[in-house]
């Protein structure tokens, strides 16, 4: 593994269902975060975390839940997913906070 | 509220010039960030400004102005794989970083 990896690529779910976003980095960074990314929009972040162990809120968490067990991972669980939660989901990670993020290939999902 | 706004296109001709420019309203300013994002791609980090001025790095320049919430990534030598889109982000008070929508850039021969 090099640098941030994301799984699955891409995904179609039915409404109702719950899903699970996987993110891995292989960088020991400190700080992880999950951004969606819509058509006419910036990327908005949903959740974060700054070490493992803790995770806070972003701009749009309702819906999405995370957590950070260990430094590597950071899923991303939609409980019950809904079709505006169609979307290009992002994960990023930085060494500390603040600092650049890096990206990861990103998943892009589509619920029906 | 929180507000980043750059041009949602721009055209430009290989081997020109172009300048994107961001202009930008938020509570707190740490930092402001350009990322390129090719199409169906990941956003990669370009440059990085705190300071007012320019920062070079070889065919690309960021400018910011702290005092006008402004700022523009010039871009040298247009090749055709700097098609792609230019994303200007800011870290706010919350050291959380606030993203423009995107200017897609399309290099003409």
């Known amino acids: 593994i090099a640098g941030i990896t994301q799984a699955p690529t891409s995904q179609i779910l039915a409404a109702g269902r719950r899903m699970t976003l996987r993110c891995t980095q292989d960088?020991?960074?400190?700080?992880m975060y999950w951004y969606r990314q819509d058509l006419g929009l910036g990327l908005r972040l949903i959740h974060y975390?700054?070490?493992?162990?803790?995770?806070g809120k972003g701009e749009v968490p309702d819906g999405y839940s995370v957590s950070r067990a260990n430094t590597d991972d950071f899923p991303l669980t939609l409980a019950s997913a809904v079709p505006s939660q169609t979307s290009v989901y992002f994960c990023?990670?930085?060494?500390?906070?603040?600092?650049?993020?890096?990206f990861g290939p990103g998943t892009r999902l589509t619920v029906l | 509220g929180q507000n980043i706004d750059q041009p949602t296109e721009m055209t430009a001709t290989e081997g020109a010039i172009v300048q994107i420019n961001c202009t930008y309203q938020t509570s707190g300013f740490n930092g402001l960030f350009w990322y390129q994002q090719h199409a169906g791609e990941a956003p990669t980090f370009l440059s990085y400004?705190?300071l007012d001025g320019l920062e070079e790095k070889g065919r690309f320049s960021s400018f910011l102005s702290r005092s006008k919430g402004y700022s523009y990534l010039l871009l040298k030598e247009l090749q055709m794989k700097d098609s792609a889109s230019y994303l200007c982000?800011?870290?706010?008070?919350?050291?959380?970083?606030?993203w423009g929508a995107g200017t897609k850039l399309i290099i003409k021969p």
């Open positions: 400004n705190v």
């Open positions: 960088m020991r960074h400190n700080a």
């Open positions: 982000a800011v870290m706010d008070s919350n050291y959380q970083l606030i």
């Open positions: 990023a990670s930085s060494p500390d906070t603040p600092d650049t993020q890096y």
């Open positions: 975390s700054n070490t493992a162990g803790t995770t």
